[in-house]
């Protein structure tokens, strides 16, 4: 495509629910990013990809935040038993040459 | 550890007029910067970025950012708004050992008539 997608835009889950967010990146973009995004702050720095090989998982904030991309291009961030601090912007990105491409990413509202 | 530090958290300016939007970052090397702009509902877009060479640089909008490694700023500019340019700004550091990029809490800036 021409650019980051993500799906869902908007999701609302019910505190105790399990998500899936999906990131396609840039075809042929080897690396890929997760950040989040919380309201009136800027993004931050969730996990990395390289190719299927995930480099760093540092930023995410519990064992309930998983992320994958098994065949080097699609990544699903899944969030289990989501509470209501994971309520969020997540952001992907996928980079080249330096430059990181954002998608629109996936506002998260747990309620 | 790398940071980045927007003093301003909101401004206000008309249109027309010129703008100047804050950014000192803490980095242990030498950094890559970046501007980003962010429209309500949207991702992030690049405005521009520095990797080395000229500490002037160019970006899209008619935007311009200049590196000053002395005062560890990396402040951005643009001689005469328009109401378009209404958004939250970010700048963000990393570096070529730092794949991961650090963002500031955002600027948001309002354009009035």
């Known amino acids: 495509g021409a650019g980051v997608s993500q799906s869902p835009r908007y999701k609302v889950a019910k505190r105790g629910q399990d998500v899936a967010l999906r990131c396609d990146p840039i075809?042929?973009?080897?690396?890929l990013f997760w950040y989040q995004q919380a309201l009136g702050q800027g993004p931050e720095f969730l996990t990395y990809f390289q190719n299927e090989a995930q480099l760093d998982k540092s930023g995410l904030p519990s064992d309930r935040f998983f992320a994958e991309r098994p065949e080097g291009s699609v990544s699903t961030l899944k969030i289990q038993r989501t509470q209501q601090e994971d309520s969020a912007v997540y952001l992907c990105?996928?980079?080249?040459?330096?430059?990181?491409?954002f998608g629109q990413g996936t506002r998260l509202t747990v309620v | 550890a790398q940071s980045v530090t927007q003093p301003d958290i909101h401004i206000t300016v008309s249109e027309g007029a010129s703008l100047e939007l804050r950014c000192n970052y803490s980095?242990?090397?030498?950094?890559?910067l970046f501007w980003y702009v962010q429209s309500p509902g949207q991702g992030l877009q690049l405005l521009l970025k520095?990797?080395?060479?000229?500490?002037l640089v160019q970006g899209i909008k008619g935007f311009e950012a200049e590196f000053k490694r002395s005062q560890s700023s990396f402040n951005l500019r643009k001689p005469s708004v328009h109401w378009s340019d209404a958004a939250e700004y970010f700048c963000a550091v990393g570096g070529v050992s730092d794949y991961k990029l650090s963002f500031g809490a955002g600027t948001t800036v309002t354009v009035r008539a």
């Open positions: 075809s042929g973009h080897v690396s």
């Open positions: 990105a996928s980079t080249e040459g330096g430059e990181a491409f």
């Open positions: 980095y242990g090397a030498t950094p890559y």
């Open positions: 520095y990797f080395s060479g000229d500490t």
